[in-house]
């Protein structure tokens, strides 16, 4: 609870929310279909983010992080073939054209959920990265693929708002590349990165054009 709106962010109230933070891989396992109790889980954490958006949104702007243009542009990537860079730049104007503002939580994981023995979600924590976004769509980019469908559909119960599964996609894509552009000299981490933006670029063809290619 806020003591003091105007010097916001300054003072807090706060309580111990009971649970624990959960680890979705370990929810999710190898499994190829995901349990009912699983698949619960993610509608709760659609409808917990799809709260903490409703309840930000009238927020000050005030000393407010600013994620600025995070999420919303994929800039070329040197040792990328030209067909690759081509695609982040249709994923950028994609992106620019479909992506909506709102105040984010900056770090939306398992770790930052609480939920007790029965699977109830009971609380979200850690706002140090939350603030201002042009693409609210940044929140989704940490759920697993296989429980993003769930995700979604606890989100819009709760919010109201149709989401564009493309989008989750698209973010990620503007945010590994903005990542791989900062592992200049970290030869492992960069090639892992480009792989994982491949997996990505993936699941977009349908609107690049682009296929990547696989793995050898």
């Known amino acids: 609870r806020?003591?003091?709106?105007?010097?916001?962010?300054?003072?807090?109230?706060?309580?111990?929310i009971p649970g624990t933070p959960g680890k979705w891989h370990d929810l999710l396992g190898k499994r190829k279909s995901i349990k009912p109790s699983v698949q619960d889980y993610f509608r709760q954490a659609g409808r917990i983010l799809a709260q903490f958006h409703k309840v930000t949104a009238k927020l000050p702007a005030e000393n407010l992080t600013n994620w600025g243009d995070d999420g919303l542009c994929a800039a070329p990537i040197a040792s990328l073939k030209d067909d690759a860079n081509e695609a982040l730049s249709k994923v950028g104007k994609y992106l620019r054209?479909?992506?909506?503002?709102?105040?984010i939580h900056g770090d939306f994981h398992g770790g930052n959920i609480l939920s007790d023995n029965?699977?109830?979600?009971?609380?979200?924590i850690d706002f140090g990265r939350s603030g201002r976004?042009?693409?609210f769509i940044v929140d989704f980019c940490n759920?697993?693929?296989?429980?993003?469908?769930?995700?979604?559909?606890?989100?819009?119960q709760k919010s109201r708002r149709k989401i564009d599964p493309d989008?989750?996609?698209?973010?990620s894509i503007s945010l590994h590349a903005s990542y791989i552009s900062y592992l200049k000299d970290d030869v492992k981490r960069r090639n892992n990165a480009i792989?994982?933006?491949n997996g990505y670029l993936g699941k977009?063809?349908?609107?690049?054009?682009?296929?990547?290619p696989t793995a050898s």
């Open 97 to 103: 054209k479909h992506a909506k503002p709102g105040f």
């Open 118 to 124: 029965t699977g109830h979600i009971t609380g979200l």
């Open 143 to 156: 759920i697993p693929d296989a429980a993003m469908p769930y995700f979604i559909e606890g989100y819009e």
């Open 2 to 16: 806020i003591l003091n709106k105007k010097d916001f962010c300054a003072y807090y109230r706060m309580t111990k």
């Open 133 to 135: 976004c042009k693409n």
């Open 195 to 197: 792989r994982t933006l």
């Open 167 to 171: 989008m989750a996609s698209m973010t």
């Open 204 to 212: 977009v063809t349908h609107i690049t054009g682009y296929t990547p």
